[in-house]
């Protein structure tokens, strides 16, 4: 059974940064696209960042410059690196596998930036 964990959220400072982590288990790794997803009280899950598998990247207008997602192929593991971030970037955020029909997700990790 596939199962992601993310870990690495907390309350940060506008301004601050924080590194997320997702550790995959129960499947083989290489073959599946990973996602970053958020979700804000109040609004829908949007797409944040995400690699394929051939390592090429995509991120949301919102993050670009800011947020860096990357993958450890030996440890099963992908992250997402955040800086300068901002009030808005308050949700929970999810990690996310995708290959054809397949979709799994993490249970979140709440991220909040407040002063």
């Known amino acids: 059974q596939v199962q992601l964990v993310e870990s690495g959220g907390g309350l940060v400072q506008p301004g601050g940064s924080l590194t997320l982590s997702c550790a995959a288990s129960?499947?083989?790794?290489?073959?599946?696209?990973k996602n970053w997803y958020r979700q804000a009280p109040g609004k829908q899950r949007e797409l944040v960042a995400g690699?394929?598998?051939?390592?090429?990247?995509n991120y949301a207008d919102f993050v670009k410059g800011r947020f860096t997602i990357s993958r450890d192929d030996t440890k099963n593991m992908v992250y997402l690196q955040m800086r300068s971030l901002k009030p808005d970037d308050t949700a929970v955020y999810y990690c996310?596998?995708?290959?054809?029909?397949?979709?799994?997700w993490g249970q979140g990790t709440q991220v909040t930036v407040s002063s």
């Open positions: 129960g499947t083989i790794f290489s073959i599946y696209d």
């Open positions: 996310n596998f995708h290959a054809g029909q397949y979709d799994y």
């Open positions: 690699i394929n598998r051939f390592g090429r990247t």
